[in-house]
Nanobody, 121 residues
């Protein structure tokens, strides 16, 4: 399974971005997909997960501003980020796993290369 994350960039506080994670090599609907982020000098942080049934789960701090979605036909997962804040700055990674616990605790075998999100104040 290969994951390609894209959509990052430099935005101002309060603006929005939509990240994409294109999956190749396997059918997307077999996997639970997740987004993580890593700020400079910090550990990788769970953001959100989505099951093939479209059920979702978010880290508490992301609820209300971030929305994860998936298009199984396009083999793509999205992360819509609204109301961005400087503390949202970091490299955002997508991941895939068949086991939620492995995904949730960043033990997935499959990771995208990361896309940089920078939010200026």
């Amino acid at each position: 399974v290969q994951l390609q994350a894209s959509g990052g960039g430099l935005v101002q506080t309060g603006e929005s971005l939509r990240l994409s994670c294109a999956v190749s090599g396997r059918t997307l609907n077999r996997y639970i997909m997740g987004w993580f982020r890593q700020a400079p000098g910090k550990e990788r942080e769970f953001v959100a997960a989505i099951w093939w049934t479209a059920g979702t789960y978010y880290a508490d701090s992301m609820k209300g501003r971030f929305t994860i979605s998936r298009d199984n036909a396009k083999n793509t997962v999205y992360l819509q980020m609204n109301g961005l804040k400087p503390e949202d700055t970091g490299v955002y990674y997508c991941a895939a796993d068949m086991d939620y616990n492995d995904l949730r605790w960043a033990r997935s075998d499959y990771w995208g290369q990361g896309t940089q999100v920078t939010v200026s104040s």
